[in-house]
Structure formats: C-alpha cells, structure tokens
C-alpha cells in the first residue's frame, strides 16, 4: 500500500524557473544524470555486482518530442538521497574521495534546464521501498511551495535503479544536436566507455568512445603521437600533469584540442591555447589533438565541471610548462609542416640542384674573367641615384619595426641605366627613412619575369636593407656594412 510524505523543499523552491533561461552546454546538462549514475556504481560497485552478476552500469536516455526519460540500474537513492535531489542547494553532508557528484549543477536544475514538468522515481539495493515524486517548474515558481509530496511504495529487496521523467521539453533532439551530444558525451566519459565499465544508450543506439585517427608518419610507418608527463612549480606548489598528443589524419576544428580530464572525467574539451595552438587558420590548431590529465585536487574544477579555476595565473604557467614540453613542441612543429597530401613541399629540392647544375656552372663561369678586388684597400662603391620625385609614393612606402627601431622605406624601381648597382640604400632626411632603389633592368633577373619572382626580388631587397641597417646599429660602420652588398652589386653586374 502506497504512503505518502512531504519533503521540505522551502529554500529556494520559487527560483527553480530561473535556471532555465541560464546558458547551460547541454552536454553537461546530462552529464549531471551520468555523474550521479556513475558514481553510485563506483561507490557500490562490489554490491551490485554480487546481484547483478555484471561489471556494465547502463544508462538509457530516450528523447521524443513529448518527454525525456533518463534511466539507470545502479545502487538508487534512499530516502535522505531522494530527499536531497528535490531540494536545491541540499549537497549530502560528505562524498566519497574524488566524488564526481560533490560539484554541478544539481539533478534538478539540469532537470528544470531540459524542461516545465519532471518526476523522480528511485529505490535503493537493499531496501525495500520506492519513492517517487513530481516538480511542476512552473507552478513552484508561482506558488514557492513548502514541501513537495512524496509517495512511497513498496518494493522487492533487489530492486535498484533511478528513472527521471522530463515531459513538456523545452527543446526538441535534431539531428545535429543528436550528433554533437552524442561526440560531447563520448569524449567526457572516454575512460568509462573504453574501459567497458559505462555504457550510455541514446534513443536506443550507443554512444561510442572512438579514438581519433592519426596521421602516419610516412618515414616511419608509426602514428604521429607522443606520450609526456611533466611538472611545474606555481606559488611554490608542484602541479604535476600527462597525457599524449597526436597529428590528426584529418583536419577538424571539432576534433582538435586537448582534452582535460581529471579522475577519468572530461572537464574542458577541444582546449587549445594560442600560444600552442595558433590562430584558428593555423594547421596546428586544426590537426593537433590530445588528452591531459589533471589528477590532483590542486588542479581545482568550477562549479559546473567544465572549467578549471586557474584565472590566478595558474593557467599561463601550465601553458608556459606546456609550450616549453620537447613532446609536445615536436608534434605542434611537424604539424605545422603537414599538408592534406603530405609534408610541406620544399621549393628547392636536391633534384633540382642537379639538374641545373651545368646551367649554374656556365652562369657563374663568366666572373673568372673578373680581377680579384682588393679587399684591404677597396672602398665601397654606392653611387648615389637621382631620386626624381620630390613626392612620396605612399604605395611604395613600406613601415617595418626591426630590434624596436621603426623604419620607414620607400621603394624604388630604376629602370632607365642598366649599369646601375641592382641595389642601393639610401639615408632619406628624416630619422630612420632609407630609399630603397632596385635596379630593374640588371640582366642577372631577366629570366625571373613571373609576377611572384618579381615580388621575392623586392621582398629580398627590403630584407638586405634591414641586415645591412642593423650591421650598423651593432657597431659596423655604414660604409663597412655596405662592402658586401657592393661586392654582391659587382657579382650581379659580371653576370648576364
């Protein structure tokens, strides 16, 4: 026969509607259900296994356009826990150590989330009564009732299990959103589902735990992964971490990041800092993949389990441990040099270097008949050219900030004097402003009249100006520095 009780549910009962206008990641919404669940099983597993006679805690989710039901068969409440689920801010009293039900938001607020009605129904192995009660969210809000009624039935002793019923759902399952939880819920409860331990149905099908496949390395025949472990000192306390990285054989800004676990929980996913990472069009932040773990309660969680609390400046010393990391910093350079159908192509390869060898030999063959310059005596030539603007070209002016000097150059193309040197620097009147004069008629560029090798002459003319800018910032005089580029000029001029 049926009895029934009134739990006290006074503190708070009204505020219950607010939790649904809460931005929540709804992947962590039933994460709340699935930590109860697994923890239950941890912390009775022995005895539910002498009845059950299996190792496997199953949950089944079923989400319809009219109601969602989550349902489990591990050690259920009694009524103190049941007791605890229908009251907000009610945590038990104590946790077993690393308790994955201590923190979150609570099975009624992930429950309110998800939608305006709920009923909770749980008995506990070993006990022989069931209890069962139901919120209506929006009438608490309206009434902030006192206590809710509980029913309580009677059961047989090795009944055990939990089923929560969400009807009026404020959100239907698409597709995509089948598919994202489906991902979400896979990567925060890996260690559960590979181990066999979990398994987690939604509408009937399950979800998998899948390892990311890597890119192999092609010289090797092995994946492109490593395994670190390493450790950090922050404010005088030592924060131990490992884990592995990986190359992704696919580029996806979805699977990439790293996964930071703790206890065998996902915590944050797809964690990429820049400074390891990249930007979001880096090959880095798109193939490098991987899981930490952060296995100590130094590394504490937020509330919600999906953030550590590390705005103390204890995050940029874990990325600062992370970048310094040779593992890691290996996998994060190669990845940088892969492409879809390879490794970085290099521009010269040494086929090329012999093919034209013979055509470099009769190029260069010309300067034997040039005298040796006499170094010791030999003064620059840096024939001053007749700038014949007084206006500058703001197109050609190019702003550089090289060992925090900011120069300042204006680019100029001759192409009236073939005799010219191929380049020249240039001291404009103000500070640190140079022309740049190229000459665009030296027959040794005749052949490189493509569109991208006229922008690599350019490119490299500005890079010379600044080596030679800087030789005399670091001591060399001006006319010194400029020896070698007016040996380079004469090399240039024998050349046709």
Request: with cysteine; proline share 3%.
């Amino acid at each position: 026969m049926d009895r029934y009780i009134d739990v006290d549910v006074t503190v708070g009962s009204g505020i219950i509607g607010t939790y649904q206008r809460m931005p929540q990641k709804l992947e962590r919404v039933f994460s709340e259900f699935i930590d109860n669940t697994t923890q239950s099983f941890i912390d009775h597993k022995d005895e539910l296994i002498k009845v059950t006679k299996s190792t496997v805690n199953k949950i089944e989710i079923t989400w319809n356009n009219s109601e969602i039901v989550i349902k489990d068969k591990a050690f259920g409440m009694n009524k103190d826990d049941f007791s605890r689920a229908l009251k907000l801010n009610a945590p038990a009293d104590s946790y077993s150590e690393n308790s994955r039900s201590q923190y979150g938001m609570g099975l009624k607020i992930a429950a309110a989330y998800l939608g305006d009605w709920y009923s909770i129904e749980s008995t506990q192995l070993g006990s022989k009564e069931k209890y069962y009660a139901v919120v209506d969210v929006q009438e608490w809000m309206k009434t902030n009732p006192r206590t809710v009624k509980c029913t309580i039935s009677d059961v047989q002793e090795n009944t055990h299990y939990t089923i929560i019923t969400i009807r009026k759902p404020l959100r239907d399952l698409t597709t995509s959103l089948d598919e994202t939880l489906r991902k979400k819920l896979a990567l925060i409860y890996s260690k559960d589902l590979d181990s066999g331990d979990l398994e987690i149905f939604l509408n009937g099908r399950p979800i998998i735990s899948t390892d990311p496949e890597l890119r192999e390395n092609q010289e090797t025949g092995s994946e492109y992964l490593n395994y670190f472990e390493d450790s950090f000192v922050f404010n005088e306390v030592e924060y131990n971490y490992s884990g592995w990285i990986g190359i992704l054989k696919t580029a996806s800004t979805d699977d990439a990041g790293f996964t930071l676990s703790q206890y065998g929980r996902g915590i944050k996913l797809n964690y990429r800092p820049s400074d390891i990472f990249g930007k979001p069009n880096s090959f880095q932040y798109q193939r490098v993949v991987g899981e930490i773990q952060l296995d100590d309660k130094k590394w504490r969680v937020t509330f919600n389990k999906d953030e550590f609390i590390w705005d103390d400046g204890l995050e940029k010393e874990f990325i600062k441990s992370l970048k310094g990391n040779k593992d890691i910093k290996y996998i994060t350079s190669v990845a940088g040099t892969l492409r879809k159908d390879g490794p970085k192509k290099p521009i010269v390869e040494p086929k090329d270097i012999e093919k034209n060898t013979s055509k470099l030999q009769d190029k260069y063959s010309q300067l034997g008949k040039v005298e040796k310059t006499q170094v010791e005596t030999y003064q620059p030539d840096s024939p001053t050219v007749v700038i014949e603007h007084t206006e500058e070209v703001k197109a050609n002016i190019v702003n550089i900030t090289w060992e925090s000097v900011d120069y300042s150059f204006d680019i100029q193309v001759k192409n009236d004097d073939p005799d010219l040197p191929w380049f020249n620097v240039q001291k404009k009147s103000d500070d640190n402003a140079y022309y740049i004069v190229i000459n665009g008629t030296a027959q040794y560029f005749e052949e490189y009249n493509k569109k991208e090798c006229k922008d690599l002459i350019v490119n490299f003319a500005i890079t010379l100006a600044l080596a030679q800018l800087s030789s005399a910032r670091l001591g060399v005089e001006f006319n010194k520095s400029g020896i070698l580029i007016n040996q380079m000029n004469q090399i240039i001029k024998n050349i046709k």
